[in-house]
């Protein structure tokens, strides 16, 4: 709002005349509403930059030259006025509150506040509140569900998991996908890092635990806004960063308060975490194999044995594995006790407690403010052991050291971390080993805190007690989850310090000069440990790794503000911008624990070390021009010029404009005032964005070796004492160019009944060409990738939304807002050949980018099928004169289909406020059709024989498909070489352990039977708050008690038959879709309490 | 006016400087890649090459073809599935894309063309014999693949060669390298950087021969004179145990032998002993070293043989084949016998008696144990092709060798399981092509996109 204010006070810059004779102006600002002093309210002579603050009484005194009419009044929340002076030396002015809707000021690209009804794109913007009110550890998952065109994925419920953003899909193939994070005007980094061997690549991401993205440092309490720039003419001028959008996030800054000292803010708040939603699991079937029992001593993995209610103990003392004796079925004459079924999942999981304590203090006066925040989140995970803790301690001021220059400056340091969660496909994943557990054998061997007790996961000698018992060495092989919490930690601990200082001087009337330099550098150490004996390493590791990025962002901004005519406004900026990131890995491992449980890099006989190092700069030089005729017709053109060192010289700079424009019709003369028709605004803007390459893209080069082979870790050098180096898999290339993107939009935006029913549209398009990414290509060609500008994209899609003050009184307030979102991805072209780009996951079930299907579509393995794709059924009752046992089953394909695209086809948002009073009622329901997920955690578990659907093992079935048509007993094919068949299938057979373990499983059959359309409609927030009225503080040092109950999931309705399927395995990364043994995710009731003082 | 002028002067300077400090940020020498060198040396080079080889030849190369051959059974996991011959493009990726062709293979091409150029011979025989060894590797599994056209800077499409150029191809490099193996000098020469024969480039000379009579002997049902190349070529090939061509593994874990990873590690129990080959080898000295029974209950048959889902016992390799530092064999001294046996065979029986009878010691010999007599008492009369191949299967256990045998000689006599998926229902053949080919070298793939496991290769006539 100040920032509007001096800007509308540079507007009359050139009808400014000599001081002839001054006069003095002083008065009283308050507040319309109850009459209230208002304390740091702007008063701006019109067309000067004569201004000054009103101080804690409200009190302002001003020097009006000669020849002003207008005094410009301003203040946070309230609604800007302007007052003539007409000869009075004292004018009083009363403060209305702001019209919410499009009176308000939004901070766009570079900081620029813009009054929001003159943008020419659309912006969304998020408040303080409602990133507080249902506090997330991650700020990002508060975007959830609020703002158009915008999709957050939680990877998991685990405390401290990641969560991935996009903003109208995803425009790189391979590259990244977020958007840029700014805060403050500081790009601030939102990577996720692995951990793990990085010979591994994106393996990592499938096993290990659950990493943060870096935007879980941020704290929501010091947040005041957070505005999404969606399209290329929003975030045009942030460069080549800003390719996916960009997230901006205004810190709150200090205020100057009544009394003149200031405001403290204490917040509270506990929530508690529960699972939402797991799979469902038979009960009915003991471990083992064909019926028969095979018990832990035998190391089978099945839970293909006798039905339980056969089963029993009989009694005696000496089966390590279980207290009550050895399982033995009912003829058998030492059953004694009656075997009943053990719950191995609904008894591991807790309930998570986060404590969540913020102060915070923000004063000021007319030079200077200045505002501090001390937070401390501290969570216990749902599973057992694991924890995250953050610690932010912010402080940021301003002050004027002169009439012309202001300095300013903020400081935020973060440590957060804690102890993660072995997870996925990883033998010693807690979920893999859970679920795979059979009824028979019980995790917590009896006791009533075995996360806590040795003995429930250890035997005396130290070796773990799980259910496919123990290799001869004594490890496991799956790790009882129990153990895994215990004997195999991470943790990660990250220091972080996010800063700026600036100054702006105000060089001559209408022409500013700013400058910011700041930096983000996280240190993020991590140390973790498989114990000896544990499943995923028997012999035991110990992991050190390292991570620490560093950014430096310069930017220097002229700016000068003036007018053509009366009615013709511009204003123009002109900056310089210098950025770079530093990024440094250190990674070591050593292995062979040789002193049990003792953790400590000297304690290994052998090591792994690796290094990794990224650096690049870019410049820029960027302009902006708005320009206004009388409010009505608003035009910015922009323009960035950068250089980038990731791109071959020659290639490495590159130009891209925008243009944005706007129509605000209520301006026009004879629509002002209108009292059905509010405000309406035709928008549209056209732009160019591009982006460079990633670092190292332009050269081939030898690579430190190793060699895997899909199964196993494999080898690594230094190797038997030598070193060892290999020819890059992946081919540089020295003929790179940028890439761009070609984006257009356009919308219109409506209120309606005095700014009471609003409406918004916008249709976009983005088209990428040139996308940088590595190509696969035949190896034959001694290289498995090969960098190139290869790809085009394309991006379309609507954005609507809406909003209703259904009762607006003064005491009762009820509003309703809805936003929808419908984006379709087409990847236009791969490099030539090239039908498709791996992005992630495993074997039989990959999401890809492939040519004419949406990016991130899911791929993977089928039954054979017939011309018109019904599933064929094998009618060959012998083959080779041998009965034949496929015979009324289907067949699996050597071929690979395409389920779908892992991305909606659409979300919805719907929110509702109700309040009166003090009270508060907030709800979010969240909608998302369509998009697949692979469920290879249901595909493994029917394998297993531990699905619930496999209770119907041994029953007879036909199975639905279509008959092989025979012709001397052999298939007949088409001319496409598709089997043709005649007639529904009819042959019955038996549904049992060989078709569950064979082609109906996840191992051996195709991945099709396990892909799942993703649908929900889940209640994302609710809560109640109430705040004491002030009458009953009055008097008191109190200013202010809020009181607040909420929740988070507390109803999810979705067709899908896992865990909750907001989920991914491989947490903020582009290949989204994959669910194999993932963590749950959470549902929490948070109750929290806050005082002003 | 004088306001704009001072305005106009201000910006014009403000972006001279802008501009100035942008180019001096820029340095383009920051996209050298600080993490990896852009040139190494031969002895830098050699190691990962002998090493991945060795990694492959024993792991991927290696597994589901004993699974075939019925030396091992898959009982859980992707496996159960290699056990009836569900083997798809995808199974295959791993080993032709990582292991080989981008792998060993493309660093093999690079030292090969760079050694010509700088007369570093001794490195130029070893490269071309490990190359021979890889391609012959490959194209016994795979049949035609690229390899005149493969491994060329911005070729990113290499053309298919038949599998009979590639013979004819393969035969002359082993020829030229051993020429190069002899020659006096040599720029650079290996040394300790050799995992497999330290520098000794007279064993590398003999390796050689032995893999040229290998080779040979592959294309007996399709080259008249293969038996006589063979039988010329194995009189200098190896002459005893200790010149086996085999690739060292270390008890550091990034240097454990790739079974014992897979076995003991990564993916225990998801393959055990197959029922066949425990069945052969159940009355054979040799068992407790083939075969270990721990876990494995007495009263039920060891291994599970190619039918999933029964629950019986299990018996595992033994420990000299799955230990952390247990060396992978490429080729051995007891297969050179066993060549020789096949080869003479039909022109000397008395020849190949011998040969069998000192294949038979040698692969004995290898554990540190004496032949039973019974075993070594062949004669002219009494030799069998039958008999050689029994016993090449048992002394090249895990080597897909023994696949290539098979197919040659219908030997061993395997019974498929009765729930096979092959089209046929036979044994496979050969290996499906990966899936990288398919998607990413579709036209010159054309021709082979119709293959199956069930078709043969050119070799491999009925």
């Known amino acids: 709002m100040k920032k509007l204010t ?39 002579v019109k067309g000067t930059n004569t201004a000054t603050v009103t101080d804690p009484e409200g009190n302002y005194s001003i020097r009006v030259p000669a020849g002003a009419t207008t005094l410009v009044v301003s203040f946070i929340g309230m609604k800007t006025q302007e007052v003539e002076i007409a000869g009075q030396t004292t004018i009083n002015i009363a403060m209305q509150p702001e019209v919410i809707g499009m009176e308000e000021v939004v901070v766009t690209a570079l900081g620029i ?494 090591y792994v070390i690796r290094q990794n190092i990224q650096k690049f700069r870019t410049a820029a030089l960027y302009a902006n021009a708005d320009f206004s005729y009388k409010s009505f017709l608003n035009l910015t053109l922009t323009g960035r010029e950068e250089w980038s060192t990731t791109l071959p010289k020659g290639n490495n700079a590159f130009f891209f404009p925008s243009a944005s424009m706007s129509i605000v019709f209520t301006e026009l003369e004879g629509l002002k005032n209108n009292p059905t028709l509010s405000f309406a605004k035709l928008r549209a803007s056209i732009a160019k964005t591009a982006n460079d390459a990633p670092v190292y893209y332009t050269s081939s080069t030898y690579a430190q070796a190793n060699y895997g082979d899909g199964w196993t870790a494999g080898i690594s050098f230094p190797y038997l004492g030598l070193t060892g180096y290999s020819w890059g898999n992946t081919a540089g290339n020295p003929n790179l160019k940028p890439e761009f993107t070609q984006s ?129 059924i094998d009618s060959r009752p012998t083959v080779n004169g041998e009965p034949n046992e496929n015979y009324g089953y289907p067949m699996m394909s050597d071929k690979e289909e395409a389920f779908g695209s892992t991305l909606p086809d659409w979300t919805a948002g719907i929110n509702t406020t109700l309040s009166f009073r003090g009270f508060s009622l907030y709800a979010l329901l969240d909608i998302r059709q369509g998009g697949v997920m692979w469920n290879g955690t249901r595909g493994a578990l029917v394998s297993f024989g531990m699905a619930k659907e496999t209770e119907d093992r041994g029953t007879q079935t036909i199975f639905k498909g279509k008959l092989a048509k025979l012709e001397g007993g052999e298939f007949v094919y088409d001319g496409n070489g598709n089997i043709i068949t005649e007639g529904d299938n009819n042959i019955q057979v038996v549904k049992g352990e060989s078709w569950y373990n064979g082609l109906g499983g996840g191992f051996a059959g195709p991945s099709e039977q396990f892909t799942e359309k993703i649908n929900w409609i889940r209640l994302r927030e609710v809560s109640v708050s109430y705040s004491i009225p002030q009458s009953l503080l009055k008097g008191s040092f109190v200013k202010g008690i809020t009181l607040t109950a909420s929740g988070k999931n507390l109803w999810l309705k979705t067709s899908y038959k896992g865990i909750d399927p907001e989920t991914n395995l491989m947490g903020a990364y582009n290949a989204q879709g994959i669910d194999y043994f993932n963590m749950p995710n959470t549902r929490s009731y948070v109750f929290g309490v806050k005082f002003s003082f | 006016m004088k306001n704009t002028k001072f305005k106009i002067f201000i910006g014009a300077i403000s972006i001279l400087f802008m501009l100035s400090s942008c180019e001096k940020w820029i340095d383009t020498d920051l996209n050298v890649d600080p993490n990896n060198p852009a040139k190494v040396n031969y002895n830098l080079v050699l190691p990962t090459i002998e090493a991945g080889l060795g990694y492959q030849y024993g792991g991927d190369l290696s597994r589901p073809v004993a699974i075939w051959m019925q030396q091992f059974a898959g009982v859980g996991n992707q496996p159960i599935a290699f056990d009836v011959y569900n083997f798809t493009q995808s199974d295959v990726n791993n080993v032709w894309v990582w292991g080989m062709y981008a792998g060993p293979m493309m660093d093999l091409k690079r030292m090969i063309v760079s050694a010509k150029q700088d007369s570093s011979y001794h490195y130029l025989g070893v490269a071309q014999v490990l190359m021979a060894f890889s391609v012959a590797t490959m194209t016994d599994l795979f049949g035609d693949i690229p390899f005149s056209d493969a491994w060329i800077e911005n070729n990113l499409t290499p053309k298919y060669d038949s599998q009979q150029a590639i013979y004819d191809s393969l035969f002359k490099m082993i020829d030229d390298a051993i020429v190069n193996l002899n020659k006096p000098k040599s720029l650079y020469s290996p040394g300790d950087d050799d995992i497999i024969y330290k520098g000794d480039l007279d064993k590398w000379t003999k390796a050689a021969y032995t893999l040229k009579a290998r080779l040979a002997l592959h294309l007996a049902k399709v080259k008249s004179d293969a038996y006589q190349i063979a039988l010329d070529a194995i009189a200098n090939g190896f002459t005893g145990n200790d010149e086996d061509m085999q690739v060292l593994f270390g008890t550091n874990q990034n240097e454990w032998n790739p079974a014992y990873q897979y076995f003991m590690n990564d993916r225990p129990y998801d393959i055990v002993m197959g029922a066949f080959f425990v069945d052969t080898l159940r009355n054979d000295p040799r068992f407790n070293i083939y075969v270990d029974t721990t876990g494995a209950s007495e009263d039920e048959a060891y291994g599970h043989g190619a039918h999933p889902g029964q629950a019986d016992g299990f018996a595992y390799p033994g420990a000299t084949f799955i230990s952390q530092n247990s060396p992978v064999t490429l080729m051995s001294f007891a297969e050179a016998k066993f060549i020789e046996a096949e080869a003479a065979l039909s022109s000397d029986p008395a020849r190949a008696a011998n040969a069998y009878n000192d294949g038979v010691s040698a692969a004995f010999a290898k554990y540190g144990l004496s032949a039973p007599a019974a075993l070594t008492s062949e004669t002219a009369a009494s030799i069998t092709l039958a008999k050689i191949i029994m016993q090449k299967y048992i002394a090249l256990f895990m080597n897909p060798e023994t696949f290539t045998d098979y197919r040659r000689t219908g030997y061993p006599n395997l019974t498929p399981p009765s729930n096979a998926l092959t089209i046929d229902k036979k044994l ?35």
Do not use: C
């Open chain 1, 744 to 872: 257009i939009e356009g919308g219109i935006d409506v209120r309606l009944i005095k700014n009471r029913v609003g409406f918004s549209f916008t249709y976009f398009r983005n088209k990428s060409t040139d996308l940088i990414l590595t190509v696969p290509v035949a190896a034959s060609s001694g290289y498995v990738e090969v960098a190139m500008n290869a790809a085009s994209m394309e991006n379309k899609g609507v954005e609507i939304t809406a909003d209703v003050d259904i009762i607006k009184s003064q005491d009762l307030r009820w509003n309703l807002g809805v936003n929808y979102s419908k984006i379709n991805n087409k990847v236009l072209s791969l490099a030539e050949g090239v039908e498709n780009v791996f992005l992630g996951g495993f074997e039989g079930a990959q999401v890809r980018a492939v040519k004419g299907y949406s990016y991130g579509s899911l791929f993977g393995t089928v039954f054979v099928k017939d011309a018109k794709g019904n599933i064929v």
């Open chain 2, 428 to 462: 496979p053949r050969r290996w499906p092509y990966p899936t990288s080919e398919r998607l990413y070298n579709s036209k010159n793939f054309e021709p082979y996109k119709n293959i199956t496991i069930s078709d043969r290769v050119w070799w491999d006539k009925e």
């Open chain 1, 113 to 606: 506040s813009k009054e929001r009804k003159t943008i020419g794109y659309a912006v969304q913007d998020v408040k303080s509140e409602d990133l507080t009110r249902v506090p997330n550890l991650n700020m990002i998952n508060s975007l959830n569900g609020r703002v158009a065109g915008l999709q957050v994925t939680s990877a998991s419920g685990v405390a401290g998991s990641s969560s991935y953003i996009t903003i109208r899909g995803a425009n790189s193939i391979t590259g990244n996908n977020q958007p840029l994070f700014v805060v403050d005007g500081i790009p601030i980094d939102n990577s996720m890092n692995a951990s793990g061997n990085p010979d591994n690549g994106s393996n990592n991401l499938l096993e290990g635990v659950a990493y943060s993205n870096r935007a879980i440092d941020l704290n929501p309490e010091d947040i005041e806004s957070v505005t999404v720039l969606k399209g290329g003419a929003a975030s045009a001028l942030y460069g080549i960063r800003a390719a996916n959008g960009v997230i901006i996030i205004t810190t709150k800054k200090g205020k100057a308060s009544k009394e003149g000292f200031g405001t403290i803010d204490v917040s509270s708040s506990v929530a508690f975490d529960q699972v939402n939603k797991l799979p469902e699991l038979q009960n009915k079937f003991v471990q083992g194999q064909g019926g028969k029992y095979l018990g832990p001593e035998t190391r089978n993995r099945y839970s293909w044995g006798p039905k339980a209610d056969t089963m029993y103990w009989d009694g005696s003392t000496n089966n390590k594995y279980d207290k009550h004796g050895f399982l033995v079925g009912a003829s058998d004459p030492n059953a004694k006790i009656k075997f009943t079924p053990y719950d191995n999942l609904n008894n591991f999981f807790q309930t998570g407690i986060t404590y969540n304590n913020s102060v915070s203090f923000s004063g000021g006066n007319e030079n200077s403010s200045f505002y501090a925040n001390l937070t401390n989140l501290s969570t216990t995970g749902i599973v057992p052991k694991n924890t995250f803790d953050k610690t932010s301690i912010k402080i940021s001021g301003e002050t004027k050291v002169s009439q012309k220059i202001t300095i300013e400056g903020s400081a935020n340091y973060i440590k957060s971390g804690g102890n993660r969660i072995q997870q996925g496909s990883n033998l010693s994943g807690v979920m893999l080993g859970l679920l795979r557990t059979p009824i028979s054998f019980d995790n917590s061997n009896g006791y009533s805190d075995p996360a806590n007790t040795p003995e429930a996961y250890m035997f005396p000698d130290g070796t773990p007690r799980s259910y496919r018992g123990q290799l001869p060495d004594g490890s496991a092989i799956y790790d009882n989850p129990y153990w895994t919490v215990n004997k195999n930690k991470f943790k990660d601990d990250v220091d972080r310090l996010i800063g700026y200082v600036g100054f702006k001087y105000n060089i001559v009337q209408g022409v500013n000069i700013s400058y910011k330099l700041g930096t983000d550098y996280t240190s993020d150490k991590r140390f973790g440990y498989f114990a000896k004996y544990s499943g995923a390493n028997g012999a035991g590791q110990i992991q050190k790794d390292n991570h620490n990025t560093h950014i430096i962002n310069s930017d220097l901004i002229l700016t000068i503000t003036s007018k053509i005519s009366d009615d013709i406004n511009y204003n123009l900026l002109v900056g310089n911008n210098l950025y770079q990131e530093k990024y440094e890995q250190s990674y070591i491992e050593g292995n062979g624990i040789a002193q049990v449980d003792f953790y400590h890099l000297s304690n290994v006989s052998s």
């Open chain 1, 6 to 44: 001096l800007l509308m006070a540079f507007l009359h810059a050139f009808a400014f005349t000599m001081l002839s004779q001054e006069v003095q102006v002083k008065g009283r600002v308050t507040s319309a509403e109850d009459g209230s002093a208002l304390p740091g309210a702007s008063v701006v």
